[in-house]
Each structure stands twice: as structure tokens, then as C-alpha cells.
């Protein structure tokens, strides 16, 4: 091992010092984190001490803030959920799987909007006397492939030939399918399809499309649940950097989504918007408004009076599974903030009766750190979701099976 490589993890000061801007509203130092106090999940809006009995009515109250404040309310329009398929291919990846394409059409006032869904399930026996699978469902924030391609091109970003040979069914849906990933084409998406069908423009306070795409990944669940072969207890998702965002708040809204992991998710996701360390809520509202509601923006030179803070985020999951992952490179996500949330998040788990990763030392880089419901790891490297981020979180899904 290379001299360290044990040791807590520290951001490499010639890094620092690289990224560092003479004149950067930017910070990369340790030492210029201002002090701060963080919300705490455990106790409620009237000052009381939270309880494993009172939690669900804390976590309601938890839930509205960052609906109010960061990711936005999100519709209450009828719709109607229809999975229509486009193409099957038996026994790819020399037999280890089936392969097929549907459309998740969305119906609602007489019009549809729709997004493609791919789907993967293995086809070797399932493991024990289990009958059904565990499931992961990734949010694609890159080029989303054809179906074709997803057989034929194995890809590093998403890996489904190697998810499938673990034995889990392999989703993916894109984001830009759900709600486009570009400033100014709101009625261009989902959003601006519910708007129109409702009559309802959006407010302040409406959801962004952080808040859509967790929305669509709701929707693959809701397909998931219809499949004999998918486990419904075990069905995860997973997503990198603004997907992760996406993925963490995607399994606060929806309680049917056992694990999620954010890769990478920086700034809005897994990392404390306190700290201010990379980018910064003033940053993310300026380049990315949309992805929040647009309230979220006028934190933006006022963070210590957001209500909330993003340990509360990971905490809404409790008692449920929480996957964070960082790499060493990638300052701009704030590993540590990240790692931060996470343990901070901790005292939620175990009043609900459960472990979590709580150690305040960070690992190593390339240390995988589980307990009970949460895990992390900081892998070497530049901001990413690579083969190496897959198998440990795929590691930490066979972890929750006993
Ligand atoms: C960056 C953005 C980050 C992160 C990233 C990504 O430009 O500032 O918050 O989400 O994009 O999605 O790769």
C-alpha cells in the first residue's frame, strides 16, 4: 500500500491548491468552512425530542420542508400508468438474460406524455429458496443507449450485463426523456405536460426536475411491482451526480424503494449545502435552476437559514437503505460534506431501531464502510460511476439480504 493509503481520507492539498481560483467565490479549504449548526432530524418543529412512535409525523414534517424549500411539490393531477412494449430479446449475454424495451406511457386529460424503459432479467436460478429477485433501477444522466446498444456495447457507466450476472433484474430509464436537462424547455416535459393538462402553471414552489425524474423512476417501481419475478421488498435506485440527487429524493417521496445510491451526487444530493465546500447553493440555483423549485434560489446567500440540510434528506429514508458514494477527485461534490450527511443522519436510523455508518473518521479511499442500513466509500479517481462504484454497491445490496 502507498503511504496513507489507510489512513481517513483527506482532500490532496496539491489539489486543493490546483482548483483553488485567486478570487473564487469557489472554496476548496478545509480551514475556510464556515462554523455551522445543522437541523436537527430529531427534534420536531414544536422543540420536541423525536421518538421511534413520533418519527413518522417528524418525517412528514421533514418531507413538506424540502418540498417547500429545495425539490418542490409535486403535482396532484390523475393520470393513468401504461407500460406498452416495444421489443424482446431472449437469452442475451450468451443466455444469462432477457432483454426488452417498453414504453411507460402516461395518460392524463386526454393527452400522454411517454419515456422509454429498459429492462434486464436474469434468467439463472435464483439463489436459495427465494423465488423473486432484488432489483436495481438506475437513472440515466448521459447518453442514454438503444436497446440495441445496452446488448451489444457493454458500457461502464451502466454495467447490465455484470448487474444481471448478480442476479439482479437491471432497469434504466433517462432523464432527459422524463424532463429535459436544459434551462427554458419546461413545456417540453413532464412538467409541462401536468401543468397543461391541470391548468396549472408553475409556482415558486413547484417541483423541479430533480424532483420529475424521481417521479419517473416511481413509475418504473410501479412496473416492477406488476413482475412475478421482482422482489418488492428489494428494489433499489441508484444514480450519479445530478441523477443522484435525483435518486435520493426519489426514495424520500416514495417509501416502496428500499436502497438508494447516490454517486457522486455533490451539491443538492448527498453533500451538506452548509459547509459550503465546491459547489454551493448559490452556484447550482445559478447554473441549474431548474432542477429545484425556485424558492430553492433564494438561499443562495443564506444557507444557515434554509430550514433543512442534506443529512435530513438521507435520514428520510430510515429505516430503509442508503448507499453514498464519493471519489477522490472530485472536489466539486464535497466528498467529506458528503460522508458528513450521512453520519448525521445516523441517530435516525438506530432511534428506528437500526446500525448506520456513524464512525466520524472518514474510511480510506477505496475502503468500502458498511453498517446495518447505510454504506460509503470514496473511490480514487475523478467524478464518475465506474464498473468498481457498481460491485461495491452491489456488495452492499448482498449485505442486506441477511
Ligand atoms: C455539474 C453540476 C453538479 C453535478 C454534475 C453532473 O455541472 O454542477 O451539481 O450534478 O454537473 O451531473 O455531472
Not at 489512513?7 to 464556515?34: F, M, T
Not at 432483454?99 to 402516461?106: D, G, P, T, V, Y
Request: charged share 25%; hydrophobic share 35%.
Amino acid at each position: 500500500m502507498a503511504n496513507g493509503a489507510d489512513k481517513p481520507w483527506q482532500a490532496d492539498p496539491e489539489l486543493v491548491e490546483k482548483k483553488s481560483r485567486p478570487g473564487s467565490e469557489i472554496n476548496y479549504h478545509e480551514s475556510k468552512v464556515p462554523s455551522y449548526d445543522l437541523p436537527d432530524p430529531l427534534v420536531d418543529s414544536a422543540g420536541e425530542a423525536v421518538t421511534a412512535e413520533s418519527w413518522p409525523q417528524r418525517r412528514e414534517e421533514l418531507m413538506e420542508l424540502f418540498r417547500e424549500h429545495v425539490y418542490g411539490r409535486r403535482p396532484s393531477v390523475p393520470y393513468r400508468l401504461n407500460a406498452i412494449n416495444v421489443a424482446r430479446h431472449e437469452g442475451v449475454f450468451e443466455g444469462a438474460a432477457d432483454a426488452r424495451e417498453l414504453k411507460l406511457e402516461i395518460t392524463s386529460g386526454g393527452e400522454s406524455y411517454a419515456f422509454t424503459l429498459l429492462l434486464f432479467t436474469p434468467t439463472g436460478k435464483v439463489a436459495g429458496d427465494e423465488s423473486k429477485r432484488p432489483a436495481i433501477v438506475f437513472l440515466n444522466n448521459r447518453d442514454f443507449p438503444t436497446l440495441k446498444q445496452a446488448i451489444e456495447e457493454p458500457n461502464d457507466f451502466w454495467p447490465v450485463r455484470q448487474i444481471c450476472e448478480r442476479g439482479f433484474v437491471a432497469a434504466s430509464v433517462s432523464t432527459k426523456q422524463i424532463d429535459p436537462d436544459a434551462k427554458g424547455k419546461f413545456d417540453e416535459g413532464l412538467r409541462g405536460f401536468f401543468a397543461r393538462v391541470s391548468g396549472t402553471g408553475p409556482d415558486e414552489h413547484s417541483w423541479g426536475a430533480l424532483s420529475a425524474w424521481g417521479w419517473g423512476l416511481s413509475r418504473v417501481v410501479d412496473y416492477l411491482l406488476t413482475m412475478p419475478e421482482v422482489d418488492p421488498d428489494r428494489i433499489a435506485v441508484v444514480g450519479h451526480s445530478r441523477g443522484g440527487k435525483a435518486a435520493l429524493w426519489a426514495a424520500a417521496e416514495d417509501p416502496r424503494i428500499a436502497v438508494a445510491y447516490s454517486n457522486n451526487s455533490g451539491c443538492g444530493g448527498a453533500a451538506l449545502s452548509r459547509r459550503e465546500y465546491g459547489e454551493t447553493v448559490k452556484r447550482i440555483t445559478t447554473a441549474f435552476p431548474y432542477w429545484f423549485c425556485k424558492h430553492f434560489a433564494s438561499y443562495g446567500d443564506r444557507v444557515a437559514e434554509l430550514p433543512v440540510d442534506q443529512h435530513q434528506l438521507i435520514a428520510l429514508i430510515a429505516p430503509r437503505s442508503v448507499y453514498v458514494t464519493s471519489a477522490t477527485e472530485d472536489l466539486w461534490a464535497d466528498p467529506r460534506g458528503e460522508y458528513l450527511s450521512l453520519i448525521n443522519a445516523a441517530p435516525v436510523f438506530e432511534r428506528l431501531g437500526k446500525s448506520a455508518v456513524s464512525n466520524p473518521q472518514m474510511p480510506a479511499a477505496d475502503q468500502p464502510r458498511t453498517s446495518g442500513q447505510t454504506g460509503y466509500h470514496i473511490r480514487s479517481g475523478i467524478h464518475n460511476l465506474t464498473p468498481t462504484d457498481w460491485q461495491h454497491f452491489m456488495d452492499f445490496m448482498k449485505t442486506l439480504e441477511d
